[in-house]
């Protein structure tokens, strides 16, 4: 499923998308978005991506998407790199332009949590 706010109709929190248990891949981009915290109950989510979410908010809720594989929080304030190591079968995050990104010792800490060979940017 792919959300993309406009102006108009900004996309400001999830809620609903709870009730999609099946879901496997969110991409929601270029929004207004406040709140994320209804993706926890995606369980079965493997691609997350709520990049250009600038607004900070609660990333909590990433530690219950155990199968997640991919996630990009790009362009989002996202700072806090201990919340990735709950994700098992991650294989690719993208960091870029968040405060972790300017930090090279966190992005090196990022680096080492995923399998090897796989890739953090």
Do not use: W, Y
């Not at 993309?4 to 981009?29: I, N």
């Not at 998407?65 to 991650?90: G, M, N, Q, W, Y």
């Amino acid at each position: 499923m792919m959300l993309h706010s406009k102006p108009t109709t900004a996309v400001k929190d999830l809620s609903g998308l709870e009730e999609l248990k099946k879901l496997k891949v969110l991409v929601c981009f270029d929004g207004k978005l406040q709140d994320a915290s209804a993706v926890a109950g995606l369980t079965n989510l493997e691609v997350l991506s709520i990049s250009g979410a600038a607004t900070h908010f609660d990333f909590s809720f990433l530690a219950k998407l155990k199968k997640l594989r991919v996630l990009d929080l790009s362009f989002t304030r996202f700072a806090e790199p201990d919340l990735l190591t709950s994700f098992p079968a991650l294989q690719k995050v993208n960091l870029g332009n968040t405060p972790l990104a300017e930090n090279e010792s966190m992005v090196a800490e990022v680096k080492a949590m995923l399998p090897r060979g796989e890739r953090v940017r």
